[in-house]
């Protein structure tokens, strides 16, 4: 069973498990805009992430910013979290 936990939340990126890092050229390009000022971090929209039970969380989408986030050395990234209690 998955239940939404909040609206909007900023979560640690390093919490964040990733089955691979997505890196392709889009990817690169937010992470050098997200690191120079191009680009706010609260102007993009939230990703959506499942929380485990083990405390990860696991992206369901928008994958790509959270690896340019994690590229640019961002720490907090804005997320619709989603609790599924069979998810480790």
Request: aromatic fraction near 6%.
């Amino acid at each position: 069973m998955i239940e939404r936990l909040s609206e909007i939340k900023w979560i640690n990126v390093t919490n964040i498990k990733f089955d691979n890092i997505p890196c392709n050229s889009q990817t690169f390009d937010l992470a050098i805009k997200l690191k120079n000022g191009t680009i706010r971090p609260e102007n993009l929209s939230p990703i959506i992430v499942e929380l485990a039970i083990t405390g990860a969380y696991h992206v369901r989408d928008g994958r790509h910013r959270a690896a340019a986030f994690k590229l640019a050395g961002i720490e907090q990234i804005k997320a619709r979290v989603f609790r599924n209690k069979h998810l480790r």
